[in-house]
Structure formats: structure tokens, C-alpha cells
């Protein structure tokens, strides 16, 4: 486990503790050596053994590195017998699709015992995130941070006099190989809610930090006693009176959505998913799934007491999942000393007033790079949950997404036309489908198709979320583009029509790689086609990425140059590879 004391310089200064690091004079490269292995572990006080690990730490190591740098991290799988891939979340990988680590899109899972190099470059500052992108092995832990700062002798937009990175979770008492079996049993087994919220690594299930080591909480939890030195203890946040922080937030949640607050401080939103925002204030601020941002807060110039930071479940039932804290310990108090109040109160969990009122505040920071002003193409993605031969899936345009044994990437560029499906699925919905009720006719199909989009095109995809089988009952989606920024343009309720048209924003939409569709609503996107590769565009929440909830984008797969043949040594690529050796 990670320390939990964490101060600015004290935390910069660990990062290059984490694994194996170097750099070179020039400052161009940042190399690591990493060993995932299975490893055992109390995250939220409860111990479990199927903690996936890097380097014997959860989370892995942080990797920090300056924009321009090359990334190099040679991961050997120590897993007794499942692969594994890493997906550097956020990093568009421009030249470098291969590196993307999506198993079964971008390469080919890394063997129990095989070691792959994944060498890219991270071409932009920002707040983002590492884990793993096979099955469901984020939920067992798999993450990390990744911090990308400005280039050398360049400044950011705004000023802090140190910072700290907090990565969000959640945990279940579950291992992913059964959270998998009840998710494909026929008919499903709901995994039910998470147990916990971590706040880097770190929970607490069996007792409260909210109340006092001798008090019960209403849930009749006592109150916690840590020596400092458990594994479970809460993160600390050392800071001075009268300064300015920088507090990077990076969400991994495999289902829940956060809301993040810290007691008696406002916060100034900056950045999102490495994209510079026009700055405003909140007290709050809630958090989706692959989500990151950057938060400007002053320290108060006369204090002598700490203060709570809370992280609690927003957009499920919060009552059965224990809600992060950690405390942030002003030097002029003693560390010891318990807040004078009770943590922030979360927002209600289906308040989404609160919700989209935060996120339509999210706005391009002025400079920042325009949409074109007209798309050249336009898909439609409906958000369905569905029925397949027994099992409950998710599905787009009525189509569950299912993967192939062969890389994408490969069978693409080397035209292995039987490798996938090669209908690609369908770009919009019957015009009289009711987002309202349920799917008239609740049967999917399954495909392994992919969308061929024309490459130096401008896209514009409108997500369309619906109702689920259940009567009266939407979810909120968070979906995420591989290889790519897009610009929101907008949001609504309802169906999208030509009416909408006129609520999409062409002067300051923001810039994300994540994105969240509200219950019963719909949101709006335009993005490029300049990135050759294979792209997975999917919801980030885990089971339902499992369960098919997702699409692949192809863009100008011919223009990519050699792909390293570790990448391809499975499937139909890898039977390829194997003849050229022999012949």
C-alpha cells in the first residue's frame, strides 16, 4: 500500500520512488518496469488476496513525466494464468495505436510469464490515468495515476504553490472472476453495489471515521482507531495556512458516479481530462467514471483546526457503499485533531438538477482550439439494456458489442477480413422508438462489427440514453473515446431533434475524452478523424463495457506503420506471423 501522509513536496518527491525510473539529460524519456501480480491486501479493512498489483503496490505506481516525454514501461505479467493489458486513459497515442493497451482491439492480451513494451508518447499536460483494459480486472485494482506537467520552461495557466493527486475508486468483497460469472449467468446475477470508496487504495467498511474512536455511527459502526500504519487508514493532506494547492481528481470507479467536497473550502475548477477549463467555483463537484479534473483551492490564513474531504455515491443508491474521507491536516493543528463538524453532506444520489447544473458550467477556456463549424457525418448511438439468448446485455442501435480473439488493429491492417464481422452496425435508431418505456422488443443481436469512419472527416455522434427494461428507470452512462479529444456541444432531455440543433455550442464547448448522458437524455460530440488506429468508444462503467456496451471506430488503419509484432501474436495475426517465419 501506498503511505498515507501526503504532503506537496513529500508526494513529488515519492514518485520517483515507484518502480524502476530514469530519464535522460534531454528529459525525453521516463522508463519503468513493472510486474503485475496477484497480491493481498485490506483497501477498505477488509483483507481479500485478489488484489491485482504492480510492483507489490495498489495502486500501481504513479508515472510522471512533462509533456513531450516518451513513456517506456515494460510490463511483465506475473499473473498465474490470466492476461493482462494496461490502457493509458486519456493519452491519444498519436502514432502509436498499438500502444493503446485495449485487449483485443489495440494488441493481443499479454501472456501469465510474457513481457511487453509499451513506448508512447504523452504529447499533453494533464491529469490523467492508468488500468487495465481486459475483462474486468480494473475492479480488482489495476490502476494508477498519471500526471503529465507542462514542457520545461513553459508555465500552466494558473498558480499553486504545491498539489496533490487523489485517484477514486470503489471495491467489492467480490473477485472479478465471480463478479464475471454473474454477470453472463442466465439468467444475470447483479453484482449489487460497491462495498467502499477508496481514496488512493484507501476505505473503510467496518468502522466510521465519521464519528469518534468510542461513538457509533447510525448505521452502528464504531468509530475508527488507526495507528497511522494500517493499510485502511485515511489519506492525509498536509497543508499550510494561506497557500494555494492544486488538487488533481482522477475517477476509475468501475460503476459508481462521486461527488467530491472538502470542508469549509471552495474550489476553483481549471482543468478536465487534461483540457484547460474557463475557471469557476463550486463547494462541490461530482465525478463520472473515467473522468479527471483539476481544482484550484486556498487554504485559509488563520486556522488552527483540519477539515474533512469527502467522497461520496452520486447516480446509485448510496446506502449500502461506505463513502470515502480523508482529512486535510493544516500544519498549524495537530494531524490528531478531529474536524470541528461532521463531514460535507453528498448531494441526494438522483438529485440531477445539482448534477447537470455543475456539468453545464463546463466551458473551454478562452484559447482554446474551436469544433469545425459543420460536420461532415452524423451517427446516432441508442443506449439499450437488453436480452441475448438468456442473458441480460447492453446494446447500441439494438447491437451488444463482442469481441474477437484477434486484434483489431492487425486484422484491419493486414486486411484478415474474417477476423470480425463485416456489417458494421447500424448509425441511427427508428426515428419512433420510445426512450421512455421499455425496448418494445427486448432481444439484441451480438456483433463484432466495426464503424469504418472516412479518416480527415469531422464526426458528430449524439448519444441517446433510454430506458431500461425495468419500467421508469435510466441510468447515467459515462462514455469515453480511445485516441481522441472531442468537443460536448451540448446536452438535453428527451429525444434529440432538429429543435436541438439550435442548444449545441460552437463557440466554447469543452474539450473531454469522457462524458456523461444523463437518465432519459442525450448528449452531443464532435471530434476529428486525424488519429489513424482502431478506437474503442464505450461506457467506462465496468459491467456494462462487460455486458457489451460499447462500439469500435477505424480511421485511417492503412496510414499505420509497423505494428510490433508482440501485439499481434494472437488470433489470425498470429497465425499470419507464425507463417512469414516459417516461409
Not at 237 to 258: F, H
Not at 539 to 561: K, Q
Request: glycine letters at 8%.
Amino acid at each position: 500500500m501506498a503511505p498515507n501522509r501526503l504532503t506537496p513536496i513529500c508526494f513529488l518527491a515519492c514518485l520517483w520512488c515507484f518502480g524502476v525510473f530514469s530519464r535522460s539529460i534531454s528529459g525525453e524519456e521516463v522508463k519503468y518496469n513493472w510486474e503485475v501480480k496477484y497480491m493481498k491486501g485490506a483497501p477498505d479493512c477488509m483483507e481479500k488476496d485478489f488484489i491485482i498489483g504492480i510492483n507489490g503496490q495498489f495502486p500501481g505506481p504513479t508515472i510522471k513525466a512533462r509533456a513531450g516525454d516518451n513513456v517506456v514501461v515494460n510490463l511483465t505479467n506475473k499473473l498465474d494464468k490470466d492476461g493482462v493489458v494496461i490502457h493509458w486513459h486519456g493519452i491519444r497515442q498519436l502514432k502509436t495505436p498499438w500502444a493503446d493497451g485495449t485487449a483485443a482491439i489495440s494488441q493481443c492480451p499479454i501472456k501469465s510469464g510474457d513481457t511487453f513494451t509499451y513506448n508512447f508518447t504523452v504529447d499533453k499536460a494533464g491529469t490523467y490515468f492508468y488500468h487495465g483494459h481486459l475483462g474486468m480486472q480494473r475492479s480488482a485494482g489495476l490502476y494508477g495515476m498519471l500526471i503529465v506537467d507542462v514542457e520545461e520552461g513553459k508555465k500552466e495557466a494558473f498558480h499553486y504553490d504545491g498539489e496533490f493527486s487523489l485517484l477514486l475508486s470503489d471495491w467489492w468483497h467480490k473477485g472479478i472472476e465471480e463478479q464475471e460469472e454473474d454477470l453472463n449467468a442466465k439468467p444475470m446475477r447483479w453484482i449489487g453495489e460497491a462495498q467502499s470508496v477508496l481514496i488512493n487504495g484507501r476505505g473503510q467498511f467496518t468502522c466510521s471515521l465519521a464519528v469518534p474512536p468510542n461513538s457509533k455511527d447510525s448505521k452502528g459502526l464504531p468509530g475508527c482507531k488507526f495507528t497511522g500504519k494500517e493499510q485502511c487508514a485515511p489519506n492525509i493532506l498536509d497543508v499550510e495556512p494561506g497557500k494555494t494547492y492544486r488538487l488533481r481528481v482522477a475517477s476509475t470507479t468501475a460503476l459508481a458516479s462521486l461527488n467530491v467536497a472538502i470542508e469549509s473550502h471552495n474550489m476553483l475548477m481549471v482543468e478536465a481530462d487534461g483540457n484547460y477549463l474557463k475557471p469557476f467555483l463550486v463547494k462541490d463537484f461530482d465525478i463520472y467514471s473515467g473522468e479527471s479534473y483539476s481544482v484550484i483551492f486556498n487554504t485559509h490564513k488563520h486556522s488552527s483546526h483540519n477539515y474533512w474531504i469527502s467522497v461520496g455515491v452520486r447516480g446509485r443508491d448510496p446506502t449500502k457503499t461506505a463513502r470515502g474521507l480523508a482529512l486535510l491536516h493544516y500544519t498549524s493543528a495537530k494531524v490528531s485533531k478531529r474536524p470541528k463538524h461532521h463531514p460535507p453532506t453528498t448531494p441526494r444520489w438522483n438529485d440531477y438538477a445539482h448534477s447537470k447544473s455543475f456539468t453545464y458550467k463546463l466551458l473551454a477556456h478562452p484559447g482554446s482550439p474551436k469544433p469545425p463549424a459543420n460536420y461532415d457525418h452524423r451517427i446516432f448511438l441508442l443506449n439499450t439494456q437488453n436480452f441475448m439468448e438468456g442473458q441480460t446485455k447492453w446494446a447500441i442501435n439494438n447491437v451488444s458489442l463482442k469481441l474477437t480473439e484477434t486484434p483489431y488493429l492487425g486484422s484491419i491492417r493486414y486486411g484478415l477480413t474474417n477476423a470480425f464481422d463485416q456489417i458494421s452496425p447500424p448509425e441511427t435508431f427508428s426515428d419512433t422508438y420510445d426512450i421512455t418505456k421499455p425496448p418494445p422488443n427486448p432481444n439484441c443481436t451480438i456483433s463484432s462489427g466495426v464503424y469504418n469512419l472516412n479518416f480527415g472527416k469531422t464526426y458528430d455522434v449524439i448519444l441517446q440514453n433510454a430506458n431500461l427494461i425495468q419500467e421508469g428507470v435510466s441510468e447515467i452512462h459515462p462514455w469515453h473515446l480511445h485516441g481522441h479529444d472531442f468537443w460536448v456541444l451540448g446536452y438535453g432531455d428527451g429525444k434529440f431533434s432538429k429543435k436541438d440543433e439550435k442548444k449545441l455550442n460552437l463557440v466554447n464547448p469543452p474539450l473531454r475524452n469522457t462524458v456523461v448522458i444523463f437518465p432519459h437524455g442525450w448528449t452531443a460530440i464532435r471530434f476529428m478523424t486525424d488519429n489513424p488506429g482502431v478506437w474503442a468508444f464505450h461506457c467506462h462503467i465496468e459491467p456494462h463495457l462487460h455486458m457489451g456496451m460499447g462500439v469500435i471506430f477505424a480511421e485511417g488503419v492503412h496510414l499505420v506503420r509497423k505494428i510490433p509484432d508482440e501485439a499481434l501474436s494472437c488470433g489470425l495475426t498470429g497465425e499470419m506471423l507464425m507463417g512469414q517465419k516459417h516461409n
